[in-house]
């Protein structure tokens, strides 16, 4: 079992930033893909971004030009840098690591969510 930790939620004013990270810890052969969901109230979970092993990426449209995913492969670790945060953006931002193997045992694994609420 692996449990990812996230870190950098908050509440902040519309137009500010915000940079969410979340690592996978352990000894960590390799995650295919890393990346953030989001919960917004009285909503399903919705793809916010992810990227790959080869670094690809890619966005809900709703923060394509605001919202960038990097990945740390050496220290497992992915980031989300959120600009010109909407209130619309507010919701429980939960990270995700898709195909993450120790060793040869490998599985999929999700954070416990952090908390991002933008006013307006």
Known sequence: QVHLVESGGGSVQAGESLTLSCTAPG????????????????TARDMVA????????????????????????????????MNRLKPDDTGVY?????????GSTGGNYWGQGTQVTVSS
Do not use: E, H
Request: with cysteine.
């Open 94 to 102: 939960y990270c995700y690591a898709l195909g993450l193997y120790k």
């Open 27 to 42: 000894r960590i052969s390799r995650i295919d893909t890393m990346g953030w969901s989001r919960r917004a109230p009285g």
């Open 50 to 81: 992810r990227i790959t092993s080869s670094g690809g990426t890619s966005y809900a449209d709703s923060v394509k030009g605001r919202f960038t995913i990097s990945r740390d492969t050496a220290k497992n670790t992915v980031y989300l840098q």
